[in-house]
C-alpha cells in the first residue's frame, strides 16, 4: 500500500471552496411540495402569518394540507406539486420571509 496523497493546485482548491460547495448547499436545502410523503409535517406562510401544515392527501392536480389555527380548528388548502420548499435545518417551509419571528400563538397560557 502507498501512503501518496496529492493535493490539487491551490489554485483549484479555492475554486472548489468559493463556488462549488455553496452550490451544493443551496441545491440540499430546496425541494417540491411532491417530495414530501403523507403525513408530513411542515411550516406554511397564510396571509400575516405562519402556520403548522401536515400533509394528507396527494391527488393528481394538486397536495392537500391540513393547516392548524388559533381558534383550535384545522382547515385544509390545496397547493400544486411543484411549490418550492426550503429546508431551514430539518423543517420544510413554504412561503417566503422569516418563518420564526411571525409564528402564530396557538395558546397564550403556555
Known sequence: ???NVQRPPLD???IVVQGGLDLSQAAENVLL???L???ARLILRCR???RD???TAISLEAIKLSVGSPS???YRVRRP???LLRLDGSIPVLGDGIWRAGRVCYDSRW
Open 81 to 83: 406539486h411543484d411549490s
Open 37 to 39: 410523503p403523507i403525513g
Open 72 to 74: 383550535g380548528h384545522t
Open 33 to 35: 411540495l411532491g417530495d
Open 48 to 50: 400575516k402569518d405562519w
Open 53 to 55: 401544515a401536515t400533509v
Open 12 to 14: 483549484a482548491t479555492e
Open 1 to 3: 500500500m502507498s501512503a
